[in-house]
């Protein structure tokens, strides 16, 4: 569980800082980016930034199907043009 004072500080360095939601986690020591994605989503300064997914579900479910149909994930995300 973390306190009021730390939820705030990782909320407040993802504004102030070019960070990730997974990077601002790492520097901090806390345990999952999901944490910080929860606590921004209750932040006024952070009202909607999330709602629309990074990569289009057109996309999403076009690499899905590249994989059942036998390409290795790491082809499809190249394919769709992700690059993880």
């Given at each position: 569980?973390?306190?009021?004072?730390?939820?705030?500080c990782?909320?407040?360095?993802?504004?102030?800082?070019p960070?990730?939601?997974?990077?601002?986690m790492?520097?901090?020591?806390?345990?999952?980016?999901?944490?910080l994605?929860?606590?921004?989503?209750k932040?006024?300064?952070?009202?909607?930034h999330?709602?629309?997914?990074?990569?289009?579900?057109?996309?999403?479910?076009?690499?899905i199907?590249l994989?059942?149909?036998?390409?290795?994930?790491?082809?499809a995300?190249?394919?769709?043009?992700?690059?993880?």
């Open positions: 569980m973390f306190s009021p004072e730390e939820r705030q990782a909320v407040d360095l993802y504004f102030t800082t960070m990730t939601t997974d990077q601002v790492k520097h901090l020591g806390y345990p999952t980016r999901q944490c994605e929860r606590w921004l989503t932040d006024p300064q952070y009202a909607g999330m709602a629309k997914p990074i990569i289009p579900l057109e996309t999403r479910t076009k690499a199907e994989v059942l149909g036998g390409m290795q994930q790491k082809r995300a190249e394919w769709i043009g992700y690059n993880a």
